[in-house]
């Protein structure tokens, strides 16, 4: 078992890293209802999430669980066998798959940078409104990643669900709620330039885009 998995770390670590980096906004649809996951684990609680913000958003939820599991599954695989109540092969499939995917998809956090940017430079606002354009610009951007984000990893579970038996698709289905409501509710702050306000913010364009100059 052990032989198995240091296979497929390997493989994982020599597999191409690509990205969304080249892909532009027009290209993911960006009609996406990226907070009815969380939404539906409000309901079934009845209570509000308790989270602080700046944190990682909903659409990335699913992608920090997977890539979570990953991680148990290379330092305990037969706890999560019998969690899962999987066979070797299903095992290693779920981990090949979830590991593509993490090489695929990358933050673009100079993307969204850049963007931020182009647009300080290219205003012809002065003060804060000059600020705040380049954060909007920033947080589009990010938006667009973030959305990129959501679509691919609906087919990354997809891709997962579609090799398990009923029983153990039921047990992953239940793994992956408990573990998206943990997510939610620890509040996991996310990386990354601060946009928030404008306080924050003018440190930030100050910090990225001066150097830049």
């Not at 409104?129 to 920033?138: E, M, S, T």
């Not at 959501?150 to 698709?169: F, K, N, P």
Request: proline share 2%.
């Amino acid at each position: 078992m052990r032989k198995i998995f240091g296979i497929a770390i390997l493989l994982m670590v020599a597999s191409p890293v690509l990205s969304q980096e080249n892909l532009a906004p027009q290209d993911i649809d960006d009609v996406i209802d990226s907070k009815m996951r969380i939404e539906s684990i409000r309901q079934s609680e009845g209570r509000a999430l308790n989270v602080i913000a700046p944190t990682i958003a909903p659409e990335e939820i699913d992608r920090v669980v997977l890539n979570r599991l990953i991680q148990q599954i290379a330092r305990d695989p037969n706890t999560v066998r019998a969690q899962l109540e999987v066979n070797d092969d299903q095992l290693q499939d779920i981990f090949i798959t979830i590991s593509n995917a993490r090489n695929f998809v990358n933050n673009s956090e100079m993307a969204n940078v850049r963007a931020m940017c182009r647009a300080f430079y290219d205003s012809e606002l002065q003060g804060d409104a000059r600020i705040q354009k380049a954060l909007d610009a920033y947080k589009a951007r990010a938006r667009f990643t973030t959305n990129f984000i959501a679509r691919y990893y609906r087919i990354v579970l997809a891709d997962v669900e579609v090799g398990l038996s009923d029983v153990s698709l039921t047990l992953f289905n239940e793994y992956m709620e408990d573990r998206r409501r943990r997510m939610a509710n620890a509040g996991t702050v996310t990386w990354g330039v601060v946009v928030e306000n404008i306080s924050s913010g003018t440190e930030s364009v100050e910090f990225h885009c001066r150097r830049q100059n």
